[in-house]
């Protein structure tokens, strides 16, 4: 339908978790179509995660939304997901006698917000992760409600959710350009020309490239690449938590997979342009080298690898917004390493911001503000 106008209320660019939980969030209320670029969703980072759920991760701004996602996805999504989305899946943050002041510091933050964390001391991380090498680690943090998330559920939850309420999501849908009259936009992308008052930008990567299109001032996003892997072992690692060493020449995190197997990660962050990211061997090699001195696993071996983009702000939280000078322009971008578990309360913000009403109760509650995500909000 290349020369065919399509009219909506709300166009969203970008199919990954972002531009769905809008599209569920913002379909009630509105007509909504949202474009993809590639022939399927999820393709670039929200189909490349580590699928976890953290509530003492990342700033203040990431904490709240992670805290107010929790519940929707205790319901499964509001029912609309067919399986359990968080299962139950401690996460144990490790470190070495140089790292106690900050553990200790991360402890103390976490139990303010959740009062499940605490520190713990080797004996117990020992108990807790039979798999790190004793003498090695001298303090951690424990955050026993921490979990695993099943990604693609939720991101079909949304699509359903968005579905049900009569959105369009168009796939192999490139946005090339943007324009805007008489308070409409024209969209134009390689499914056709849309036009809408309003535009959602939640294109990742590409948060500043469409924003370009749309005449906004680039917000300084940079996307950096994370590498992650999967291994065999021979041990039963299903009880075993994720576990995280956050300082150098141990930096690593790992985290059990069905079947005896972990996800690995380097927990690389290499700036890179916008693109189809790829892993690298020497980021593998050294995140096999950490985990091997971290723990007795002897890993040798690599099943799979991947790498993906996380794309942050200057400030490293999440913009959730209308451009100050571009009207009728909402960024949805900058989600960094917690998009995934904060899409829930992501959505509800943008959709709350779209439709002119204030931000859900539960993230006030929690003294989440709309300047603390606007795209020009004090640094
Ligand atoms: C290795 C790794 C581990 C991670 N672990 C976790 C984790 O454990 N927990 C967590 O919460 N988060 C995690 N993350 C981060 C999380 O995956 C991201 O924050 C999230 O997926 C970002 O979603 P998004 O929708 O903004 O981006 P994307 O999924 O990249 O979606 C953006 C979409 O926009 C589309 N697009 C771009 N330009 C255009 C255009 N011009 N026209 C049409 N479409 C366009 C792209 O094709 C893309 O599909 C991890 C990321 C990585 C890489």
């Known amino acids: 339908m290349p020369n065919a106008v399509n009219r909506v209320d709300v166009v969203i660019i970008g199919g990954g978790i972002a531009g769905v939980t809008a599209a569920s969030h913002l379909a009630p209320h509105c007509q909504v179509a949202l474009l993809e670029r590639e022939s399927q ?9 580590a ?5 003492n991760y990342g700033g203040p701004v990431n904490r709240r939304l992670s805290i107010g996602s929790r519940a929707f996805l205790e319901s499964h999504a509001d029912g609309l997901a067919d399986v359990p989305l968080l299962n139950p899946e401690g996460m144990l943050d490790v470190g070495g006698p140089e790292a106690v002041a ?17 520190l713990v001391d080797e004996p117990e991380i020992l108990e807790l992760a039979p798999a790190i090498r004793p003498g090695v680690v001298v303090a951690g943090v424990w955050e026993p409600d921490a979990a695993t998330l099943d990604v693609m559920a939720l991101h079909q939850a949304f699509v359903r959710g968005a579905r049900n309420n009569g959105a369009t999501i168009v796939r192999d849908a490139t946005v090339r350009s943007l324009s805007r009259s008489h308070g409409v936009w024209t969209v134009e992308s390689d499914a056709g020309h849309w036009e809408a008052p309003i535009v959602v930008n939640a294109a990742g990567a590409w948060g500043d490239v469409v924003g370009k299109m749309a005449r906004a001032r680039p917000l300084g996003l940079e996307p950096r690449r994370r590498t ?8 039963d690692t299903e009880s075993w938590p994720f576990v995280n060493h956050s300082l150098e020449p141990r930096r690593c ?14 927990a690389d962050e290499t700036l890179s342009e916008p693109c189809d990211a790829r892993p690298e061997e020497i980021d593998v090699a050294r995140a096999i080298d950490a985990v091997n001195e971290l723990t007795i696993l002897d890993i040798r071996s690599v099943k799979t690898a991947w790498a993906g983009l996380r794309t942050f702000a200057p400030d490293r939280d999440p913009v959730l917004g209308w451009d100050d000078q571009v009207d009728g322009f909402c960024w949805m971008v900058g989600q960094g390493g917690t998009g995934i578990q904060t899409a829930p309360a992501s959505g509800e913000v943008v959709s709350a911001i779209v439709r002119g009403e204030p931000l ?13 995500l606007a795209p020009r909000r004090p640094r």
């Open 51 to 55: 699928a976890i759920f953290l509530e």
């Open 228 to 235: 992650a892997f999967t291994v065999q072992t021979d041990f």
């Open 41 to 49: 969703l999820a393709h670039h980072t929200t189909g490349r995660s």
């Open 253 to 266: 995190y790992f985290k059990p997979e069905a079947g005896g197997q972990l996800l690995c990660s380097p």
């Open 360 to 372: 859900p109760r539960m993230l006030r509650d929690l003294d989440l503000t709309e300047t603390d």
């Open 102 to 118: 900050e553990l200790t510091e991360l402890a103390t933050a976490g139990a303010a917000l959740v009062p499940s964390i605490r």
